[in-house]
């Protein structure tokens, strides 16, 4: 049987960043990927959000995975909320010192595949974890490779970043899941169209909430509310393009142009707790879920990442395991905290079926848009309280 220090499953930005930041270390790890490469850097189904805490920019340039992300992202220093016809920006810089990065996740991943690669680390693509064993000491994994061939892979730690519908909560005995589910779900389309704005757009309106956002100053990405269950068949471009004109409001001109991808994504809040068991952690959407409103999934799978990370490197360089014993501890404070912005941004800004919580929605956005504090609150978790600033969670540079 093959034996290994680390065996990773999932090459999302929480693995893929893991081990990047491993291998540097001179730690061994493999990462079992069920998709293949060609799947995870171009289909359309894996584009997820494309902002970037100051921070989590910053941690991808120490892990030396950053050089194409600073090219080509662009710097905001604060995003608007529409309403009523009117927009209000939120000024980041001077409410808190510090602006965002916009780069899609999914280039990102590309990004770290290559570095890594290149490297000389190990990815294994087509590779799926079809069980786990031995969760206490000395865990294997058992996958299945492209030709439907099993193998198993014996590992010191075992680390599940295998997204929101990881394997890993049927195998990990006892978890906790704390969870909630929204009314509402996006559609969202990448468009070719000219910039309608210099930063992102989060508008509220009676017929529901739009998003206005970017991907490079040529390739818009926009996002309508809808009913969980919509029929995109029913969403040709022209009324994508009429609702989020309308949506707008009138504070900002989206020109239509060729639609390169449309998708549905549901919302729902997840937590599960314990985030280990035994030599087997977890960390990135394996372990949580946020609506996707904030922008908060990488970023919070990036301040995983950095926590286990530091413990793992106390194990291998001093056999220390305090701060793997408290890894759930130290990262549920983050987890949390991204949780909380995560569902109060949503409350805030999607029309609500209840027409006495739709009005409290209404005060408070009034709130917001009039009062620095409020402001305040949204600037400082939206660039993040937890990747960099007082807070931050501690992020071992790595050697060399
Ligand atoms: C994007 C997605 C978000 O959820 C968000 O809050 C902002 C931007 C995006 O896809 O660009």
């Known amino acids: 049987m093959r034996r290994v220090q680390v065996g990773i499953v999932g090459a999302g930005p929480a693995g893929l960043l893991l081990a990047h930041l491993l291998r540097q270390a001179g730690v061994d790890g493999v990462v079992l990927e069920a998709k293949s490469r060609q799947y995870l850097e171009t289909s359309p189904h894996r584009i997820r959000a494309?902002?970037?805490?100051?921070?989590?920019?910053?941690?991808?340039?120490?892990?030396?995975?950053?050089?194409?992300?600073?090219?080509?992202?662009?710097?905001?220093?604060?995003?608007?909320?529409?309403?009523?016809?009117?927009?209000?920006?939120?000024?980041?810089?001077?409410?808190?010192?510090?602006?965002?990065?916009?780069?899609?996740?999914?280039?990102?991943?590309?990004?770290?595949i290559n570095h890594h690669l290149q490297a000389g680390g190990e990815i294994l693509f087509e590779h799926e974890v079809?069980?786990?064993?031995?969760?206490?000491?000395?865990?294997?994994?058992?996958?299945?490779?492209?030709?439907?061939?099993?193998g198993e892979l014996l590992c010191e730690f075992v680390v599940g970043a295998d997204g929101s519908h990881s394997r890993f909560r049927e195998w990990i005995p006892g978890l906790r899941i704390y969870q909630k589910t929204y009314p509402f779900a996006w559609l969202g389309i990448l468009a070719e169209t000219p910039p309608a704005a210099s930063e992102l757009i989060y508008a509220s309106h009676e017929r529901g909430f739009a998003l206005y956002s970017m991907r490079s100053p040529s390739l818009a990405r926009n996002y309508l509310q809808v009913s969980p269950e919509e029929n995109?068949?029913?969403?040709?471009?022209?009324?994508?393009?009429?609702?989020?004109?309308?949506?707008?409001?009138g504070v900002a001109q989206l020109t239509p142009g060729p639609i390169l991808e449309k998708s549905l994504t549901l919302m729902r809040s997840l937590v599960v707790e314990p985030m280990q068991h035994g030599r087997v952690f977890l960390v990135g959407d394996a372990a949580h879920v946020v609506p996707p409103t904030g922008a908060k999934g990488m970023n919070l799978a990036f301040c995983d990442v950095a926590v286990l990370y530091r413990?793992?490197?106390?194990?291998?360089?001093?056999?220390?395991?305090?701060?793997?014993?408290?890894?759930?501890?130290?990262?549920?404070?983050?987890?949390?905290?991204?949780?909380?912005?995560?569902?109060?941004?949503?409350?805030?800004?999607?029309?609500?079926?209840?027409?006495?919580?739709?009005?409290?929605?209404?005060?408070?956005?009034?709130?917001?848009?009039?009062?620095?504090?409020?402001?305040?609150?949204?600037?400082?978790?939206?660039?993040?309280?937890?990747?960099?600033?007082?807070?931050?969670?501690?992020?071992?540079?790595?050697?060399?």
């Not at 608007?80 to 810089?93: E, K, M, P, S, V």
């Not at 786990?132 to 492209?146: D, T, W």
């Not at 413990?311 to 404070?333: F, G, H, K, Q």
Request: proline content about 5%.
């Open 50 to 112: 494309g902002v970037l805490e100051w921070g989590t920019k910053e941690i991808a340039l120490k892990a030396g995975v950053g050089d194409r992300m600073l090219h080509e992202g662009l710097e905001h220093r604060g995003i608007y909320i529409a309403l009523n016809g009117r927009l209000h920006r939120i000024d980041f810089a001077t409410l808190v010192g510090q602006g965002i990065w916009v780069y899609g996740q999914q280039y990102l991943v590309r990004d770290m």
């Open 232 to 249: 995109l068949e029913t969403w040709p471009e022209e009324r994508i393009w009429e609702e989020l004109n309308l949506r707008l409001g």
């Open 311 to 400: 413990a793992l490197l106390a194990y291998y360089r001093d056999r220390d395991e305090t701060l793997l014993a408290s890894y759930t501890e130290t990262a549920r404070r983050h987890i949390w905290q991204a949780e909380l912005f995560s569902y109060w941004m949503t409350k805030l800004l999607h029309t609500l079926p209840d027409p006495f919580e739709e009005q409290i929605r209404l005060a408070n956005l009034r709130h917001l848009v009039e009062s620095p504090h409020v402001q305040r609150f949204l600037a400082e978790n939206y660039v993040g309280v937890y990747t960099s600033g007082r807070y931050a969670v501690a992020f071992p540079s790595p050697p060399g």
């Open 130 to 150: 079809v069980d786990l064993k031995q969760l206490e000491q000395n865990p294997i994994l058992i996958y299945r490779g492209p030709g439907g061939e099993e």
